[in-house]
């Protein structure tokens, strides 16, 4: 449960980023004016998105499967591998209800508070030292 809860909680950051950056797009930000970015977005969030997703999809797949022809369904092994997928989508179900939120449209996203603190921030130019430091750089 706990690789599956893991794997949600990637996908629920890719999907908070892709829609931050549909908010940026809607209400005309340029990205490149942003103090953290990081290249190949937004098909670095899509690429982990789906890869999570095929994840938490095939977690289970070895139920399906028998060796050598045996008949291999145990409802154990489809519980233990499926039953944080019921629960993810009923907790997020339950939050919306009990504190009757809705889905922030795009065009009505906050992308300005705090924005300004940031940009006040002088941020440390980091000069890498040596090729191992500039892949890290580049990475991070």
């Not at 499967?65 to 997928?85: C, H, M, Q, R």
């Not at 939050?95 to 440390?124: H, N, Y």
């Amino acid at each position: 449960m706990t690789t599956i809860a893991q794997l949600f909680t990637w996908c629920s950051i890719c999907i908070a980023y892709l829609r931050f950056r549909k908010g940026l797009i809607a209400q005309g930000v340029d990205r490149n004016t942003l103090v953290f970015r990081s290249p190949f977005q937004p098909y670095t969030a899509w690429f982990a998105l789906i890869y999570f997703a095929i994840i938490i999809i095939f977690n289970g797949f070895a139920v399906f499967t028998a060796p050598d022809g045996e008949k291999n369904w145990n409802i154990s092994d489809f519980l233990i591998a499926y039953i944080g997928v019921p629960i993810f989508f009923a907790l997020y179900a339950f939050w919306k209800i009990f504190k009757r939120t809705s889905v922030v449209k795009v065009e009505e996203m906050d992308i300005w508070t705090g924005k300004a603190a940031l940009d006040a921030v002088e941020w440390p130019e980091q000069i890498p030292r040596n090729w191992l430091e500039k892949v890290w750089y580049w990475i991070a």
